[in-house]
């Protein structure tokens, strides 16, 4: 069986049959300017491809799903530009700069948490998305800066005191329930241990719930045949609700009192004996317990709302011009469209499609307030203009590199 080709844009595969010297000015066609910032057709094919990259290895997508994007992937791409080079440009006017200092401190965060040791293994990582590292810094440094842009505009929008917060504890009281909850901690008397017949491991699992039930500990009952082979350790199960055991497993320890101990039953590895360690009723908690998740929540939402309203205001005070390639002309259908998050998955939050997928990260505060107006920028002409005029036209990209 032949081995699958690695994705190839459509571009690079049109790119064989032009001559050499036509190549660079080709890619380098600027099919998008906002203000001074502009993308070419390579910047478009380069985003293009990692996101279709992006898609094929994203493993909680459906295939209907995963074909519908891949299908829509030109249009995505050029929204996603679209919408990176308004913010950038707005950080450019408002004189928004990130020192290496930060994104230092960033690389080191992203090692931390990949758990990355060396720089072999940071350069191995890279390699194998696709990046280098003078990319990632330049991403991280735009990401930043977008950061930077909604916190100061946007993030200082959104206003929810205490009784905003209370009313929405009331509508939503349902949601914050609590199930019930069982804390257990178990032995598991091993199928492929030591005893070799059903029966004898039957017998020392009755004898170690003997043991157990007449005061001794779990660890006590099972000292003297852990480490044989016989028996597992003491394995603390944590904290679990209904559905998340086994249902015969659940069955046995569900209605236990804290201290009590399970009759051994059959599981995954062998015969299970279960203490309950301690439960909690269902409940709903008080306000103050679910103050804070609920102030986060809504922020979300709200953050989403504001930066379509954003954009939008971003969009009127800039000059724009587009010239998509042929499978991102209807681009404009994405915009606003974002995908579901896990709780409007659930049920659990109301799903707003009219906000353009930005979702910076704890965003830095800002003075509240409008838009202010722009810095003034280079080139000035007219605000808004989808199709240039015939004598105007865009500047000249930077040389293809």
Known sequence: MSRPRPFLPILFLALLSIPPALRAEVVNRVVLRINDQIATLYDYELRRSNMARELLRQPDLDQQERTKLLSEIGELAYKDLYEELLVESRAQQLDINIGDAEINQQMAQMKQNFGIQSDEEFAAALAQSG??????????RRDLRAREVMGREVQSRIKLDEDDLRRIYQRDRDQFKQPEQVQIREIVVLEEGGLPSA????????????????????????????????TSGVIEVGWVTPGDLDPALEAAVWKLAPGAVSEPVAGRGGLHV???????????????????????????????????RYMAELEKKSLIVTEPPADAVNFRRQIGVRPKTQDEKLGLTPATDTTPNL???????????????????????????????????????????
């Open 131 to 140: 990046l280098s590292e003078a990319q990632l810094r330049e991403r991280l």
């Open 274 to 308: 279960m203490q309950v360690v301690d439960r909690k009723e269902a409940r709903i908690p008080p306000f103050s317990e679910v103050q804070e998740q609920i102030r986060q929540r809504e922020q979300r939402l709200k953050m989403q709302d504001e930066i379509g």
């Open 359 to 401: 979702s910076p990260d704890t965003p830095v505060g800002g003075e509240p307030g409008a838009l202010p107006e722009p810095k003034p920028i280079t080139n000035t002409v007219p605000p808004v203009v989808e199709e240039p005029p015939n004598e105007e036209a865009p500047p000249p990209p930077p040389p293809f590199r």
């Open 199 to 230: 029966g004898e491991r039957q017998q020392l699992a009755a004898q170690i719930r003997a043991t157990v039930a007449g005061g001794k500990s779990l660890a006590d009952a099972v000292a003297q045949t852990s480490g044989k082979g016989q």
